[in-house]
């Protein structure tokens, strides 16, 4: 389980990246006081200082106290905002904006409704100048890889929403991205597909070797899934530690989520977040008592 190549150049690059957000406060949210008349702007930062190196084929994971600016770098190395400090490499390459090296997938699974499996899937194609005659077999292709094989004609409606995300993922690798970057894609599933999908995720990236960035506020799927955790500290978000887990082959048949390395690295990374998380729920009180 090692599509990294550790001693090659770095695929994504983060310097001292900073993101500040502007956001409008009425003020006298205490008990007993009276909201000012005109909203007042504050300036918030949401992210300071990250640095951070991911190899290509690199399987990283982020994990985080809410609020801690996880979603908000997705959104950077993706293209979807800029930084306000700092720069983002892609091959050595500032990142300006969206681009058809990264393939993202959301928590939610933003299907086209009218459109079939494979309608979805061509739809990227379609956005990426695919020709008409290559698509369906493209969306074949990738369909089959999810696991969704015999399914290209259902709607999204005739999924569960296991197979719907695997419809995102599918569409998402259809176009060959180098980096797949995912905010926490299984959040909203039921514990046994989730598992299934962390394993169907696993078969996927050891088969294409993509770069992938995770993002999860669960402790047990960062541990199973990532060859690294990059731990975030509360608001401003930066990188309190990375772990490296080393697990082995995790598509093996024994279910390494039972193995004594498995707990240790679980509670490395419990201990690393606990004091981040006191930390947010204390800065969420002081805020809502201002």
């Known amino acids: 389980m090692t599509p990294s190549t550790p001693s090659a ?20 949210r205490g008990r007993g006081a009276r909201p000012t008349a005109e909203p007042r702007a504050t300036r918030l930062t949401a992210l300071d200082g990250i640095d951070l190196e991911i190899a290509p084929g690199e399987f990283t994971v982020l994990v985080g106290p809410s609020g801690c600016g996880k979603s908000t770098l997705l959104d950077l190395l993706g293209g979807l905002t800029t930084p306000d400090g700092g720069r983002i490499l892609l091959d ?18 933003a299907l086209l409704p009218w459109r079939t499996a494979q309608g979805n899937v061509e739809f990227g194609l379609e956005a990426t100048g695919v020709p008409r005659r290559e698509r369906a077999g493209r969306a074949w292709e990738f369909l089959d890889l999810v696991g969704l094989a015999g399914f290209e004609d259902r709607h999204p409606h005739e999924l569960s929403g296991g197979m719907r995300q695997r419809v995102a993922i599918a569409r998402a690798l259809a176009y060959d991205p180098d980096v797949l970057l995912m905010d926490e894609p299984f959040a909203a599933l039921d514990a046994q597909t989730r598992e299934s999908l962390q394993d169907e995720l696993l078969r996927i990236w050891q088969r294409t070797g993509k770069t992938v960035v995770f993002i999860t506020h669960g402790i047990d799927e960062a541990v199973y899934l990532g060859q690294r955790v990059a731990v975030m500290t509360s608001r401003p978000g930066r990188i309190k530690q990375i772990v490296r887990v080393e697990l082995g082959d995790r598509t093996a048949t024994d279910d390494p989520r039972s ?16 004091d981040e998380v006191a930390r947010a729920q204390q800065l969420e009180k002081e805020e809502a008592s201002v």
């Open 9 to 28: 150049a770095p695929k994504l690059v983060l310097e001292q990246v900073r993101k500040d957000f502007t956001v409008k406060d009425r003020g006298g």
């Open 92 to 109: 050595g390459r500032p990142v300006t904006g969206p681009g058809l090296d990264r393939g993202i997938v959301f928590q939610q699974y």
């Open 259 to 274: 193995s004594p390395e498995f707990a240790r690295h679980r509670h490395e990374i419990w201990s690393l977040l606990h």
